[in-house]
Every structure is written in structure tokens, then in C-alpha cells.
């Protein structure tokens, strides 16, 4: 399988769109780094994908997975939103992946919560009347986790959350009891760190179009409640400012992971700030491919007179990169995670138990690899 390859060598109105403030989503989130595989703060290198790990750690699987017979475990997956781009690639591996270790696309159950707590909350309370083996959550919202955990665990059910992760105090309370969840996903720290360095990678000269000595950027949040959002939004701008960049937030504002969302949000910031913008930062490539409409619309040229970057490394967004009109991306690797995510489960499902955090890493995408990453994730 093709797809198995890859982690081995790798508001549309006002009322729509909410203004963070500059500098916003700096909170400090409360998530911890846990034993994640990567680095503090993501120094990466611009890489070809390389992640071990997950080629690792899906090759003991399988092995285990010859072994075992899971065509009559039920695994029940609730996603937070079926129409979010990157999930959709997220579970569409999963499933693929998991029938590949020998479950049943039958007793695969994935339900789309609809981006709505309670009725994520129902689907779980569902799930635990059936009597699943095992269950693998995206929460809507990661604050849900304690609640989730509590009646998941009283049910004896083994737990594995998914790309929105719980915080410190959460994961603690899994350890602290010897309970069997973990959480699966990738360092958001890095990802954010990744953006900053492809502009930093350009140089002061090349980015600096009014030649003020600074960069004036504008930031497109996906949902704020969300640590991946938190934390792209500031390792990206910190990245720069490590770089000895001096840099100016014009407006930072949130598209909720969304296209047309986005889409609104840059093309209202063009028209107040025109020129001024020399880069836009997206939390995500969905709202990078909205950000590059409304520059193409208002007239400018990215990787000319205006910078953009993403992350996920979205089919469309990797072809936007090789024809120049997208500046980079991060490949946010939903092969690697959807892998470990499921040899979680079948651990939990064997009796066996995971480490509490099982970290992955993220890719920094330019013209340079993009074609590549394209080739794997196609
Ligand atoms: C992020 C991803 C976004 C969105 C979000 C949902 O990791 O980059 O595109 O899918 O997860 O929680």
C-alpha cells in the first residue's frame, strides 16, 4: 500500500470572523509536550520526510497484527467535524489502515460530533452503550477531555484522543491512574516554528518590501480553543523574532480552519492594509488557499510582493507551492499519526498498555521537497 510508505521515508461575514488582537492566542496553553519525539520548539530541519518513528512503530504493529484477529473488535472513532480537510484525510487513513491490521470496515464506526460538543458527548454515551473495544476521539473541544475520560474510563474502555490534545493536568490524571488513554499528534510548537523559518529562510531583504527594517505580517487562527492554533500562531511569529527579525501584527484574527472564512478575513485586511502586508501566516492550508484568492484577487503576487505559508500540506496547497503561489507549507503527517493512533488501539485492544503522549513529527515544505511530499500524500 502506497500510503503505508509514506511515514517510513517521511466569517465570510463580521459576525463570522472574530479579531484576536496582535500578539493574540498567546495564552500560554496549557498542553504539555509529554514525551513527544520532537524537538522543544521544533528546530527541525528543512527535511525530506523522515519519520521514523511512526515507520517503526507501524512495522511492530503489523508484526503484532499478524498475529491477532480483530475482525470481531468494534472500534468506535468520533471526529470532530467531518468536513475539516485535513481530519477527512486523518480518518480516511485511519480506516484504511486499520482494515489493513484486520478489523472489519464494519466494525470501524466513525461518526462525524458535527463541530458540536453535545453531540459529540451523545455519540460517546452511544458508543459505551454498545460496548465498543476501543475508542478513538477528536474532541470538539479538548476542555470536553476530563468528562470524556471519566465516563470512557468507567466503562473500562481503552481511550485514544486524537489531534486536539487534552491539557498537562489531563494527561497527568491518565498516568496518575494508570488509565488506558493516551493521546496521539504532533508538536504544535514545531509546526508554527516551521512557518516562521520558511520566511525567515528569505531573508530580511526579500520580505521587507517597504524597506522599513521590519515585517509586517497578519495572522488567520484556526479555532482559538485549540492548541495547534495557539501555538502556530505563536512559534511562527517567535521563529521570526529568534531569527533577529523585527515584526509588526497588523491583524490576527480567526478563520476557524476555513477557506471562505479566511478567504473574507485577508481580503478585508488587503483592502485596509494594502501594501503594508508582506506576509500571511495561516494556522492551516485551508485557510491559506482562502488567503491566496483574496491576494490574487486584490492583485498582488505571493513570493513577489507578498509572502503566504500554511500547514498540513493539502494536496492543492503542495501544487500552490511547487507553482509559486503559495511560499511553503508544513506537511502535518496524517499518515504517521493515523498509524500510531490505530497501533494504539490495537495495543489497548491486546492488553497492553501505550505511554501517555505518542508524538510525531511535522515536515517544513518548499519548492525545494514539495513535489516529493505531493508524490506521497496523492
Ligand atoms: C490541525 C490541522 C487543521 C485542522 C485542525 C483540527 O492539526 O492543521 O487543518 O484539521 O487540526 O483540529
Given at each position: 500500500m502506497k500510503k503505508k510508505v509514506v511515514s517510513l521515508i517521511l466569517a465570510a461575514t463580521m459576525i463570522a470572523t472574530m479579531v484576536t488582537g496582535c500578539g493574540g492566542g498567546s495564552d500560554e496553553p496549557a498542553a504539555t509536550d509529554g514525551a513527544a519525539t520532537t524537538d522543544e520548539a521544533g528546530t527541525a530541519d528543512?527535511?525530506?520526510?523522515?519519520?521514523?518513528?511512526?515507520?517503526?512503530?507501524?512495522?511492530?504493529?503489523?508484526?503484532?497484527?499478524?498475529?491477532?484477529?480483530?475482525?470481531?473488535?468494534?472500534?468506535?472513532?468520533?471526529?470532530?467535524?467531518?468536513?475539516?480537510?485535513?481530519?477527512?484525510?486523518?480518518?480516511?487513513?485511519?480506516?484504511?489502515?486499520?482494515?489493513?491490521?484486520?478489523?472489519?470496515?464494519?466494525?470501524?464506526?466513525?461518526?462525524?460530533?458535527?463541530?458540536?460538543?453535545?453531540?459529540?458527548?451523545?455519540?460517546?454515551?452511544?458508543?459505551?452503550?454498545?460496548?465498543?473495544?476501543?475508542?478513538?476521539?477528536?474532541?470538539?473541544?479538548?476542555?470536553?477531555?476530563?468528562?470524556?475520560?471519566?465516563?470512557?474510563?468507567?466503562?473500562?474502555?481503552?481511550?485514544?484522543?486524537?489531534?486536539?490534545?487534552?491539557?498537562?493536568?489531563?494527561?497527568?490524571?491518565?498516568?496518575?491512574?494508570?488509565?488506558?488513554?493516551?493521546?496521539?499528534?504532533?508538536?504544535?510548537?514545531?509546526?508554527?516554528?516551521?512557518?516562521?523559518?520558511?520566511?525567515?529562510d528569505l531573508g530580511l531583504e526579500t520580505v521587507d518590501k517597504n524597506g522599513d527594517g521590519k515585517i509586517q505580517y497578519i495572522m488567520v487562527e484556526g479555532d482559538p480553543e485549540n492548541i495547534d492554533a495557539q501555538y502556530r500562531t505563536e512559534y511562527s511569529v517567535k521563529a521570526l523574532e529568534d531569527a533577529g527579525f523585527e515584526v509588526e501584527c497588523l491583524t490576527d484574527q480567526v478563520g476557524n480552519w476555513q477557506q471562505d472564512q479566511a478567504q473574507q478575513i485577508v481580503a478585508n485586511a488587503l483592502g485596509q492594509y494594502g501594501d503594508d502586508i508582506e506576509v500571511v501566516f495561516c494556522n492551516n492550508d485551508a485557510m491559506a488557499l482562502g488567503a491566496l484568492q483574496a491576494i490574487q484577487s486584490a492583485g498582488r503576487t505571493v513570493n513577489e510582493d507578498i509572502y503566504l505559508v500554511g500547514v498540513d500540506a493539502l494536496s492543492e496547497a503542495l501544487e500552490d507551492v511547487i507553482a509559486g503561489t503559495m511560499t511553503g507549507t508544513v506537511f502535518n503527517d496524517h499518515f504517521s499519526q493515523s498509524h500510531s493512533a490505530a497501533d494504539a488501539a490495537i495495543r489497548f485492544v491486546n492488553g497492553e498498555t501505550n505511554e501517555y503522549y505518542i508524538g510525531c513529527d511535522y515536515v517544513k515544505v518548499t519548492t525545494e521537497n514539495a513535489q516529493e511530499v505531493l508524490d506521497m500524500v496523492k
Amino acid at each position: 500500500m502506497k500510503k503505508k510508505v509514506v511515514s517510513l521515508i517521511l466569517a465570510a461575514t463580521m459576525i463570522a470572523t472574530m479579531v484576536t488582537g496582535c500578539g493574540g492566542g498567546s495564552d500560554e496553553p496549557a498542553a504539555t509536550d509529554g514525551a513527544a519525539t520532537t524537538d522543544e520548539a521544533g528546530t527541525a530541519d528543512e527535511a525530506t520526510p523522515a519519520t521514523e518513528t511512526g515507520a517503526a512503530d507501524a512495522a511492530d504493529a503489523a508484526a503484532d497484527a499478524a498475529g491477532g484477529d480483530y475482525a470481531d473488535k468494534v472500534v468506535g472513532v468520533c471526529i470532530y467535524q467531518f468536513s475539516d480537510n485535513f481530519m477527512t484525510l486523518f480518518r480516511t487513513e485511519l480506516e484504511n489502515y486499520l482494515i489493513a491490521q484486520g478489523f472489519s470496515k464494519d466494525n470501524i464506526k466513525i461518526v462525524d460530533g458535527a463541530n458540536d460538543q453535545a453531540t459529540q458527548t451523545g455519540q460517546i454515551d452511544n458508543f459505551i452503550a454498545e460496548g465498543v473495544d476501543v475508542l478513538i476521539i477528536n474532541p470538539v473541544n479538548s476542555s470536553s477531555a476530563e468528562t470524556i475520560t471519566d465516563k470512557v474510563v468507567a466503562a473500562e474502555i481503552p481511550l485514544v484522543y486524537i489531534n486536539r490534545e487534552p491539557d498537562a493536568s489531563e494527561e497527568q490524571r491518565w498516568a496518575d491512574n494508570n488509565w488506558n488513554v493516551t493521546y496521539v499528534g504532533c508538536d504544535a510548537k514545531q509546526s508554527g516554528t516551521m512557518q516562521g523559518e520558511l520566511i525567515a529562510d528569505l531573508g530580511l531583504e526579500t520580505v521587507d518590501k517597504n524597506g522599513d527594517g521590519k515585517i509586517q505580517y497578519i495572522m488567520v487562527e484556526g479555532d482559538p480553543e485549540n492548541i495547534d492554533a495557539q501555538y502556530r500562531t505563536e512559534y511562527s511569529v517567535k521563529a521570526l523574532e529568534d531569527a533577529g527579525f523585527e515584526v509588526e501584527c497588523l491583524t490576527d484574527q480567526v478563520g476557524n480552519w476555513q477557506q471562505d472564512q479566511a478567504q473574507q478575513i485577508v481580503a478585508n485586511a488587503l483592502g485596509q492594509y494594502g501594501d503594508d502586508i508582506e506576509v500571511v501566516f495561516c494556522n492551516n492550508d485551508a485557510m491559506a488557499l482562502g488567503a491566496l484568492q483574496a491576494i490574487q484577487s486584490a492583485g498582488r503576487t505571493v513570493n513577489e510582493d507578498i509572502y503566504l505559508v500554511g500547514v498540513d500540506a493539502l494536496s492543492e496547497a503542495l501544487e500552490d507551492v511547487i507553482a509559486g503561489t503559495m511560499t511553503g507549507t508544513v506537511f502535518n503527517d496524517h499518515f504517521s499519526q493515523s498509524h500510531s493512533a490505530a497501533d494504539a488501539a490495537i495495543r489497548f485492544v491486546n492488553g497492553e498498555t501505550n505511554e501517555y503522549y505518542i508524538g510525531c513529527d511535522y515536515v517544513k515544505v518548499t519548492t525545494e521537497n514539495a513535489q516529493e511530499v505531493l508524490d506521497m500524500v496523492k
